[in-house]
């Protein structure tokens, strides 16, 4: 137990320490500018890792904690959820549904910004209901986002409503893991917190849907109705049955990857009973050492976003273990001094927590018996206390391209062909809910709007 906490030395103090993060930092902008997929995060994580090397003292200490950053519990979570989502989405691409509900949201007229809007609210609804950002991506994505594409709206605003909406749902749902967290780690009811919060997601997510209607790209109508015509089939509306089964049971707060499978089970039933899919279709080994099929496609075409997770949450092990929440902790205390630099410094304090390890429930834990404490001492409400550390997850977070926010959703995109493809970086600046509810937290803190004495 005690080597599992042991802290790793680094050469040249603190910039030893923060290289790896300096590295990470530096190829991430790298990729960004260069217009990179997913891989160009994956070499950004892997070089972080390997450059770190040079600068630990203890090279043994270093690799523990790469170790022990894969141990964690929601590693193996978020990366089978990866892999089952990346199953079920192809379930119903590669059916025929998606082009089916196009050609009739094209013939309804319900295109363009309209379409990004409602797919917004949707996802705001389903994220709310579910508790789970990354579990709602997995069920939004793969019909919501094509269909919009293909009924005229841009790949990287319908991208930007369903992140938009996945963040309101985090933020505000009573049953998702941050709203917990952050309740319980300040002593405050449940129910309240999601009640004062209201003040702040409501206001962020009516400004997200003005912008959404005003500023969302569209693309020639004419051409997606053309190229949709013709390809309804409206049998193929029975693996809908993917979805509807998957959002029931995470409602009925089933376990993710449960909810997951019961997915690609209704769905690979209905497919092979209606005639949508036959069983070589799904799985088929066709001789010469190979396997061919919808299902092994689908695992297949998760490596590189597994790879980065891989690299990802190995990199939040080294993190944790070099001491750079207690630093952020430090700050904190150092920080705070009035009511209003007090929460200042909780808002700079979750935000940086939060983009390091990509995590919000991760950061608030870490910062929690801290802002606890110095929030009473400076006069802060526990109510305010805990909307102040959700509020800055879902917008440091949800804004930082390399956390799972931005990858997964861009990982998805690119299922559909190039064509549709939306590059981790540009996410962020189409996330219009977590962008106004950095506004939301500005004007908050500086005018005291929503404080309670």
């Given at each position: 137990?005690?080597?599992?906490?042991?802290?790793?030395?680094?050469?040249?103090g603190?910039?030893?320490?923060?290289?790896?993060?300096?590295?990470?930092?530096a190829?991430i902008?790298?990729a960004?500018?260069?217009?990179?997929?997913?891989?160009?995060?994956?070499?950004?994580?892997?070089?972080?890792?390997?450059?770190?090397?040079?600068?630990?003292?203890?090279?043994?200490?270093?690799?523990?904690?790469?170790?022990?950053?894969?141990?964690?519990?929601?590693?193996?979570?978020?990366?089978?959820?990866?892999?089952?989502?990346?199953?079920?989405?192809k379930?119903?691409s590669?059916?025929?549904?998606?082009?089916?509900?196009?050609?009739?949201?094209?013939?309804?007229?319900?295109?363009?910004?309209?379409?990004?809007?409602?797919?917004?609210?949707?996802?705001?609804?389903?994220?709310?209901?579910?508790?789970?950002?990354?579990?709602?991506?997995?069920?939004?994505i793969?019909?919501?986002?094509?269909?919009?594409?293909?009924?005229?709206?841009?790949?990287?605003?319908?991208?930007?409503?369903?992140?938009?909406?996945?963040?309101?749902?985090?933020?505000?749902?009573?049953?998702?893991?941050?709203?917990?967290?952050?309740?319980?780690t300040?002593?405050?009811?449940?129910?309240?917190?999601?009640?004062?919060?209201?003040?702040?997601?409501?206001?962020?997510?009516?400004?997200?849907?003005?912008?959404?209607?005003?500023f969302?790209?569209?693309?020639?109508?004419?051409?997606?109705?053309?190229?949709a015509?013709?390809?309804?089939?409206?049998?193929?509306?029975?693996?809908?049955?993917?979805p509807?089964?998957?959002?029931?049971?995470?409602?009925?707060?089933?376990?993710l990857?449960?909810?997951?499978?019961?997915?690609?089970?209704?769905?690979?039933?209905?497919?092979?009973l209606?005639?949508?899919?036959?069983?070589?279709?799904?799985?088929?080994f066709?001789?010469?050492?190979?396997?061919?099929?919808?299902?092994?496609?689908?695992?297949?075409?998760?490596?590189?976003?597994?790879?980065?997770?891989?690299?990802?949450?190995?990199?939040?092990?080294?993190?944790?273990?070099?001491?750079?929440?207690?630093?952020?902790?430090?700050?904190?205390?150092?920080?705070?001094?009035?009511?209003?630099?007090?929460?200042?410094?909780?808002?700079?304090?979750?935000?940086i927590?939060?983009?390091?390890?990509?995590?919000?429930?991760?950061?608030?834990?870490?910062?929690?018996?801290?802002?606890?404490?110095?929030?009473?001492?400076?006069?802060?409400?526990?109510?305010?206390?805990?909307?102040?550390?959700?509020?800055?997850?879902?917008?440091?977070c949800?804004l930082?391209?390399?956390?799972?926010?931005?990858?997964?959703p861009?990982?998805?995109?690119?299922?559909?062909?190039?064509?549709?493809?939306?590059?981790?970086?540009?996410?962020?600046?189409?996330?219009?809910?977590?962008?106004?509810?950095?506004?939301m937290l500005a004007?908050?803190?500086i005018?005291?709007?929503?404080?309670?004495?």
């Amino acid at each position: 137990m005690e080597q599992k906490k042991k802290r790793i030395e680094f050469r040249f103090g603190k910039f030893g320490k923060l290289a790896p993060l300096i590295v990470a930092a530096a190829m991430i902008l790298w990729a960004a500018f260069s217009q990179s997929n997913v891989n160009g995060y994956v070499l950004a994580f892997f070089a972080a890792l390997v450059a770190g090397v040079l600068f630990a003292k203890d090279e043994k200490a270093y690799g523990e904690a790469l170790v022990y950053g894969l141990s964690k519990p929601m590693f193996g979570v978020i990366v089978m959820a990866v892999i089952l989502a990346a199953i079920s989405g192809k379930l119903i691409s590669a059916s025929g549904v998606v082009q089916t509900i196009a050609v009739y949201v094209v013939a309804a007229g319900f295109t363009g910004k309209l379409f990004v809007a409602a797919s917004f609210l949707i996802t705001c609804l389903l994220a709310f209901a579910t508790g789970t950002s990354v579990g709602t991506y997995f069920v939004v994505i793969p019909i919501l986002f094509p269909v919009g594409v293909m009924a005229g709206a841009a790949p990287e605003f319908m991208i930007g409503a369903i992140v938009s909406g996945a963040a309101f749902g985090d933020n505000l749902g009573p049953i998702s893991d941050t709203t917990i967290a952050s309740s319980a780690t300040q002593h405050a009811d449940l129910g309240t917190v999601v009640k004062t919060r209201m003040r702040y997601s409501l206001p962020a997510a009516a400004g997200a849907l003005v912008l959404f209607l005003l500023f969302s790209k569209t693309t020639d109508d004419g051409a997606i109705t053309s190229s949709a015509a013709g390809t309804a089939k409206p049998i193929s509306l029975v693996m809908l049955v993917v979805p509807a089964v998957i959002i029931v049971l995470c409602m009925m707060r089933m376990h993710l990857i449960t909810a997951l499978s019961w997915g690609i089970l209704a769905g690979c039933a209905g497919g092979l009973l209606f005639g949508i899919y036959t069983v070589e279709g799904l799985i088929s080994f066709p001789g010469g050492f190979s396997v061919s099929g919808a299902i092994i496609e689908a695992i297949s075409g998760t490596a590189g976003t597994v790879v980065m997770l891989i690299a990802v949450f190995a990199l939040l092990g080294v993190v944790e273990r070099s001491g750079v929440f207690e630093d952020v902790g430090v700050f904190l205390e150092r920080f705070a001094r009035s009511e209003r630099s007090t929460e200042t410094a909780i808002v700079l304090a979750a935000g940086i927590l939060s983009m390091v390890t990509g995590v919000i429930s991760v950061a608030i834990v870490a910062l929690g018996d801290l802002v606890n404490e110095i929030g009473e001492k400076a006069g802060v409400d526990k109510y305010r206390r805990a909307n102040l550390l959700d509020c800055t997850g879902c917008v440091f977070c949800f804004l930082a391209p390399w956390t799972v926010h931005c990858v997964i959703p861009a990982q998805q995109s690119a299922q559909f062909g190039e064509g549709f493809a939306v590059a981790p970086a540009s996410i962020p600046f189409v996330n219009f809910y977590s962008i106004c509810m950095m506004v939301m937290l500005a004007v908050a803190v500086i005018t005291g709007y929503g404080r309670k004495h």
